[in-house]
């Protein structure tokens, strides 16, 4: 995610950095770097220019006190207006004081508005609401299909049609059925559009009359920079956006949208689609985005991806096996790799860590199916060798090798990988001996 925008920023940032003084002459050139890296990353140009005059006033300003490092004071001034930039705070989803929460999700043709609505569907389940997804693109084939087979997959009623062409009675149907069965949220898939298209979005006009939606989203493709504010633009005069969702992102998006819609139209960007998954749909903080953009990490997304993923009771019950003395076997090694693969590609989780760039990734070579190869490892081995690990010879582990399809070098390392990971958990409960299962320095070891 930006990661052309990010490199070009480090490296202009970098003379910054390194300077015990700044000079007039250096902030006003490092600035006009700055306004060439956002341009080329297509940012709207009086986004631009708003940005470096107040950033090179304030950047004057400071290199004029004492300071002990300026070059990270001006750092720290371009991070505030890459927050204020991306909204200045989250906003998350408004919620209806009295359900269903209407969501209606609009954009062109291929912006990714089903996938979505499953994203979204699937965020909405995990906070407990009861969800029913609403096929109102009646005229793409297979999009009624589509979005049935995803709501099959994440256990959410899909409500359809299959050959109606009336979008707004077939939306109000759906959400009588909702207030009658209780629903928390309606989640509405409408078929793409042009912003141009005066009959398509007098169709949408109607619609939104008719379910008055609590929001009304922008799916726009997040390659397209300023072109997606455009869009934007033209569907918020039509229907008025609540707020924007930008898809694609996992590629290497230039950032010009990201950058430029809430400047632009005063509308904050909500979700950034992050992949195929049907959790790869990340929240807006604009915060932890603006430290991404200059490699400073986002330990905190990093952390709710891991709660999120976790399984309490896998984990629960592996730390009261811990506590009454038992052994870490390649059983709980296996749960602890699926939990892994729930986080998300390795990849993607790396750039969360502060300082990891994508140079720094082509370097390490990281391999996104290194988990399931050890998966695989660990599958092929019988239950009684899961169960004791020492009884993995040599001529078993070849067997393993052979099953899973992998070297015995792979084998090997991925046996080391638990030897290492029991070492430390012995030394976890010599801690927990020491300290009595008081907590210690290092957090909570015992009752």
């Not at 898939?189 to 912003?195: F, K, N, P």
């Not at 932890?288 to 986002?298: F, K, N, Y």
């Not at 899961?386 to 070297?407: D, F, K, Q, T, V």
């Not at 090997?412 to 320095?441: H, I, T, Y």
Request: net charge positive.
């Amino acid at each position: 995610m930006f990661d052309q925008l990010s490199e070009r920023l480090e490296r202009a940032l970098g003379a910054w950095r390194q300077r015990g003084v700044l000079t007039e002459d250096v902030i006003r050139e490092g600035v006009r770097q700055i306004r060439r890296i956002l341009l080329e990353a297509d940012v709207h140009l009086d986004v631009v220019r708003e940005l470096t005059r107040r950033l090179e006033e304030r950047a004057l300003g400071v290199a004029r006190l004492p300071s002990v490092s300026p070059g990270q004071q001006l750092v720290k001034l371009l991070y505030d207006e890459l927050v204020e930039l991306l909204g200045g705070r989250h906003q998350g989803l408004a919620i209806a004081p009295v359900p269903p929460t209407v969501i209606l999700l609009v954009g062109l043709h291929g912006a990714g508005k089903t996938t979505t609505a499953a994203k979204l569907a699937r965020r909405l389940q995990r906070e407990g609401r009861r969800i029913r997804l609403v096929a109102a693109d009646v005229y793409r084939p297979a999009a009624v299909e589509q979005l049935q087979t995803l709501g099959q997959r994440l256990g959410v009623p899909v409500y359809a049609e299959p050959g109606q062409r009336d979008v707004v009675g077939l939306a109000s149907r759906a959400l009588e059925l909702a207030r009658r069965e209780r629903d928390g949220a309606l989640v509405i898939d409408t078929a793409g559009r042009l912003q141009i298209d005066e009959e398509l979005l007098d169709e949408l006009r109607r619609l939104a009359a008719a379910v008055r939606p609590h929001e009304v989203l922008l799916v726009a493709d997040g390659m397209l920079g300023q072109e997606a504010v455009r869009i934007a633009q033209g569907f918020d005069a039509a229907v008025g956006l609540t707020g924007v969702v930008l898809t694609k992102m996992d590629g290497d998006a230039r950032g010009g949208a990201a950058l430029s819609i809430y400047r632009v139209l005063g509308k904050p960007i909500k979700f950034l689609g992050t992949g195929e998954r049907p959790d790869a749909l990340e929240p807006v903080h604009p915060e932890r985005l603006a430290s991404r953009i200059l490699q400073q990490g986002d330990v905190l997304t990093l952390v709710e991806k891991a709660q999120e993923a976790v399984d309490r009771d896998q984990a629960e019950r592996l730390e009261r096996k811990l506590r009454q003395g038992g052994k870490m076997d390649l059983e709980d090694f296996l749960v602890a790799l699926r939990q892994m693969q729930n986080l998300g590609p390795l990849e993607q989780l790396l750039r969360l860590l502060p300082g990891v760039n994508a140079r720094m990734l082509q370097q390490v070579k990281v391999d996104p199916k290194r988990l399931k190869h050890m998966e695989a490892i660990v599958l092929a081995m019988t239950p009684k060798e899961r169960r004791r690990p020492e009884l993995l010879n040599g001529s078993r582990r070849a067997r393993i090798a052979r099953g899973a399809g992998r070297p015995v070098a792979e084998v090997n390392a991925v046996l080391k990988q638990f030897a290492e990971m029991q070492k430390l958990l012995r030394q976890v409960q010599a801690l927990q001996g020491m300290f009595g299962g008081r907590r210690s320095p290092f957090g909570r070891l015992g009752r």
